[in-house]
């Protein structure tokens, strides 16, 4: 072709139109300019000399894919529930008005999305959101985490018999279906992935997680290189909170609003300027996950609005704000003198009997 190639001509037909299906033919017996073409966002490949039935059923697919597209209003649709997207993806930040404008992008779309990141960063509740904005009403999203099914389940429900698809991919039509740390798939069931992939791919939007660097693991050849491509053609990465901790704030009122306490509206907590100060120090290595559930497990036992340094578990303090030994020890020691006082309602007599002190030195 002159005078670019096909591989040039797909990627400014994928710039001008990023729904287009394209169909590349390629003349060599490797897979090294198919899996080019599946990376740049081709929808399939041919490897030439090749059958008719073949060509046939390749063109099928492509066309039905399309028709799946236009079905749902997917191409060119801007209808995007952007409220949505801003109450989920919380955070002023440039990082995470990043990550909102680039959901935005891709909820309309049907090709495959990758979403990468630590754990613990949200990547469920962006597929949530894609899925939410992407399919019918009524349609299914159906989870599959690889890190915990069997491969016993992974053939039944995902590849089926002859590797047409199981009941999984049968429950994902016309909706999306999730396969969450992708890269805990056995290597072995990688490339039976890709053949399920190739034929039942229009049925269904997919969206794929990972925690690890799956380009990496394709490199180093852990990872299976046409499946990396076919599910990598638009990656997502979820940031580490770490990196955008001056949404702590916004981030803590709205878990705030799902927490529960028996005494009063957890939403009308507060953490004073020193506990922000060192939850702002941490560096978070759990992410929103961990956020989640320090906050969740504050709100439920803390007896005031206001929430103090000392509340904050010591995993998320410095250690400049670690207590020392001696002071760690008082403190336990003071709290557990005083849950042997109430238990005796009082009596410092009894107390002191049951803790082998003289009452004296109860105070």
Known sequence: MKPMDGIKLLKHLKEYD???VVIIMTAYASTESAIQALKSGAFDYLQKPFRVDELIATLRRGIE??????KRGEVGRDQVDEADIEARLIGGSKVMTKLRQQV????SARAPVLLQGERGTGKT???EILHANGADENAELVRIDCALSTEDNFAKGLLGE?????VWVEKATGGTLLLQNLHALPFDLQPQLVSVLRSTAHRFRLICTCSEDLEQLTDEGKFHDELFYRVGSMPVTAPPLREHVEDLPAIIKDLLTRASNPEFDPSLIEFDEQAMAVLFRYRWPGNIAELQQMVHSI?????SRMVSLDQIPLRQKSLTE????EAYLANEKRHYIEMVLHACRGDKAEAARVLGVTP????
């Open 18 to 20: 990023h729904n287009a």
């Open 162 to 166: 002859n590797g047409a698809g199981g």
């Open 104 to 107: 935005a992008r891709l909820a």
């Open 322 to 325: 670690w207590p020392s030994l």
């Open 299 to 303: 709100a439920a036992q803390t007896p």
């Open 125 to 127: 509740s962006i597929a």
């Open 360 to 363: 004296e030195s109860l105070g």
């Open 65 to 70: 894919f399309r028709e799946f597209q236009l």
